[in-house]
């Protein structure tokens, strides 16, 4: 496991290796760090569109719905405090760890 922190106002979107991460909130005060590939096939879900009161966001690649609930369960362990977020990821096995300002559809400020 690895730790990185980043400015949550700046950086949404965490790379560790192979796995991608995005920052989402769906009322603007519980954040999760979600996974961005979808589990059906892959498809970018940080480019999804979020339905915060079905509780789902809509994957681009296959139109399919896939439940916030299931993806919060697998997020990555996150605690955000002002101008700070430090999560635990799986460590990238030598790779490095990059945060950017990465465009995020999937959530709601």
């Known amino acids: 496991m690895a730790v990185v922190t980043f400015d949550p106002g700046h950086a949404r979107f965490v790379i560790a290796g192979n796995l991608r991460f995005f920052l989402s909130t769906t009322d603007g005060h ?20 979020l339905d915060a ?6 994957c ?6 896939v439940s916030l609930r299931c993806l919060q369960r ?13 999560a635990v990821v799986p460590d990238p096995g030598g790779e490095p760890i990059t945060v950017d300002g ?6 709601r400020r």
């Open 30 to 49: 519980v954040f999760h760090l979600l996974r961005a590939a979808c589990p059906h096939r892959g498809g970018p879900l940080h480019l999804g569109q």
């Open 74 to 86: 697998d997020a990555a362990p996150l605690v955000v405090r002002p101008g700070s977020a430090t």
């Open 60 to 65: 681009p690649w296959h139109d399919g719905n």
């Open 102 to 107: 990465r465009l995020v559809l999937a959530t």
């Open 53 to 58: 009161d079905a509780g789902t966001i809509r």
